[in-house]
């Protein structure tokens, strides 16, 4: 799969990487002035002329500042490039260092450990392969430069290859672990992302109704007394208004319980559509609905609930040959000295008022 961005931590390690590079440019430099500085003019056995410094030095430095330069480029501008680039910058670098260093310091080939490590940082088996061949063809040709002068530095040669062949295969060891590592994470993970979903769902299920998406029974009588505590110490004004579809039975008899259903998710939807963010609509049961409006005046709750009211009686339904439902509502305006039991109790006393009354109707206790 092709990757269009960067994760936050692979832009981390690249920047760690690259201010690497820096630090070990500023310690490079460091040691060739205090060299030179030691040996300018102070050894007559050596021939340190400026000449000599500026090939030995001036210039390896400079294309060392270039190649970190155009990482720093690509890093800013192209930064799904910058593992790679930074990878082969790695190998040139080290072979910088150690073209510009002492040939008598044979251990300084070690210095080309640097891309295997950068190669494990990113966990890429295809740069560890790419890495280990480089590695290899130089260790090829140390050995041959070395073969001629003698046993000590063919024992180095020898000592530098096992090195490098240590560091690959512990390279190779610690890839396969980190991606087993990895998936493993990733098995947890969605593991645990499944369980928060399923988590979710269940909880969705206990509070909602699968029919109409309202709130359910159980959820409303919840809530309801929780706002009634909160009554105590924050008095606000609340209402609530128990509506119920008048001749639902007949609609079911007539129609059969599918068009009821029908019915019950149309009557629902509107409910949602009409009702504030601070109001709550639950399906109470069967066909019977209730709905908490909170923050508003008692005038005000009744102009929403005669709203729904009208809504509904005006709806058609295409399963009743055009025919439309209406509905019955009581209403009961919240005192400080109601009870969670005694405010449901005023507001159906009112729906039952209302039921006897005509039907199609508010009424407010």
Known sequence: MLTTSQTPRQTHWNRVL?????????????????????????????????????????IPDSIIVTLIIILECVYKWRPLWSELTITVASHLFALLIIINLSNELYMISLIMLMPLHISMIYMKKSYMIATSAICLLYTIVLFIKTSSQGYIPITQTIIIALIFAGTALAGFAVIGRGRDLMRSLENSVKSEQDLRIQNIIMDRLSKIDPLTDLYNHKTFHEYLGWLIDHQQSNPFPMQLAVMDIDNFKKVNDTYGHSV??????????????HVGPDDFAARYGGEEFVVILTAKTIDHSHEIMKHILITISDTPFAEMDGKSVTVSIGMHDFTGTDSKNSTFQKADDALYEAKNTGKNKIVIS
């Open 18 to 58: 690259l201010n690497a590079f820096w630090i070990i440019l500023i310690v490079d430099l460091c040691i060739h002035f205090l060299v030179s500085l030691c040996l300018w003019g102070k050894h007559p056995d050596t021939t340190l002329t400026m000449g000599n410094y500026i090939i030995q030095s001036v």
């Open 260 to 273: 009821g259903d029908i019915v019950l998710q149309k009557v629902a939807a509107i409910l949602l559509e």
